[in-house]
């Protein structure tokens, strides 16, 4: 009897921390199933007021690109071909690259969103941060050197309807490595290592960790339901703690969908009493130009990266079916066009199915 009274007033603490915490309209979840050598996968929502029209860009090696529009900002030709999807077609949010890393922005504030320190060093703005790790790096490792060393972040506002100025990173490679990026009032702050596994919004990392300590002798009756983002990061990390080994590829990208589907949201969830839903809407929402899509908050889209096998999955809200790229079927050459998968969250509409590749259209 005394340890289950320990274990309840354990639970209970943790919920009323919880509760102390920030929810958020933009209540992304990340996952990663790490645990099975041979089957890295990860996968994320995005729940927002909107489905941002994504787009699914293709890019090959020997591209330039730049990392924003400070006169400082980095310069570089890719030196790994990637699949991304940029949100309006503008904002690099989500992708993997064909040497098998992932990375994923979210949302996220806390306090001054531009770094610091690393004065002198080139300014690495939002907009460029998925682009910069993708086209350069193979590995979480070497990603993590670059951005502690070489760069200087900050996360800068562009006119579309999805928050580019209010985001952490996460990233994970093919060896199951993992890297979590946040800025802290103006602290850059990396949590690396397996362990790292959900990224969801505010708080911290460290703090949603000290959250999740809390939880670590809990039954699945105690594990909160909510949206917030303490509740999601406890409930995806429990989720992933009990994935069995998968027998095939399919399996494991099954595993972890069901984890982040887990932790999603059926569209027209109405806004938070704390206005915070409501106040994001009007900052980005005045820049929406496809509205009918708009459905209230929900979880819009999800991909899933397949870093063991070269595949990137995309299921949009408004289809039951799901589409994919293999990466075994690109080409990434230097001399290849660019391509792009414009308005991809329509596939159903339009009825296509499985790859999509074909329907990559080339820049002029």
């Known amino acids: 009897m005394k340890a289950f009274q320990m274990k309840s007033t354990a639970v209970l603490l943790g919920l009323t921390a919880g509760a102390m915490f920030m929810g958020s309209t933009s209540a992304c979840t990340r996952a990663f199933l790490n645990q099975y050598p041979g089957y890295m996968v990860s996968a994320r929502n995005l729940d927002f007021f909107g489905p941002v029209d994504p787009a699914l860009v293709i890019t090959p090696r020997g591209v330039k690109r730049s990392g924003g529009d400070d006169p400082t900002s980095p310069h570089w030709k890719t030196r790994y071909g990637s699949v991304v999807v940029y949100a309006d077609n503008k904002f690099p949010m989500d992708g993997m690259n064909e040497a098998g890393l992932a990375a994923h922005t979210q949302y996220y504030t806390n306090g001054v969103q531009e770094q610091k320190d690393n004065q002198g060093k080139p300014v690495l703005e939002s907009r460029g941060w998925v682009t910069y790790i993708l086209d350069n790096f193979s590995s979480v490792n070497d990603a993590v050197n670059a951005i502690q060393n070489d760069v200087r972040l900050k996360a800068k506002k562009l006119p579309i309807d999805y928050a580019t100025d209010t ?162 079927e690109i080409n990434f050459k230097a001399g290849a066009p660019v391509k792009r998968v414009l308005h991809v969250n329509d596939y159903g509409k339009k009825g296509w199915e499985g790859n999509v590749l074909k329907y990559a259209v080339a820049d002029k």
């Open 167 to 328: 985001k952490h990173i996460a990233l994970e490679d093919k060896s199951g490595d993992s890297a979590i990026i946040e800025i802290d009032d103006g602290k850059v702050n990396i949590y690396h290592g397996k362990q790292y596994r959900v990224m969801t919004n505010p708080p911290s990392i460290a703090e949603q960790m000290k959250n999740l300590d809390k939880y670590k002798n809990a039954d699945l009756e105690d594990i909160p339901g909510g949206q917030d983002a303490d509740e999601r990061f406890v409930r995806a990390s429990y989720d992933l703690d009990h994935v069995p080994q998968p027998d095939y590829k399919a399996q494991a990208q099954g595993f972890v969908l069901a984890v982040v589907n887990n932790n999603a949201e059926a569209p027209g969830m109405p806004d938070d009493k704390a206005g915070v839903d409501a106040a994001i809407m009007r900052d980005y929402g005045q820049y929406t130009v496809r509205k009918q899509d708009n459905k209230g908050n929900a979880t819009y889209f999800q991909t899933i990266a397949d870093m063991s096998h070269g595949e990137y999955y995309f299921k949009s809200l408004f289809a039951p079916t799901i589409v994919y790229v293999n990466f075994k």
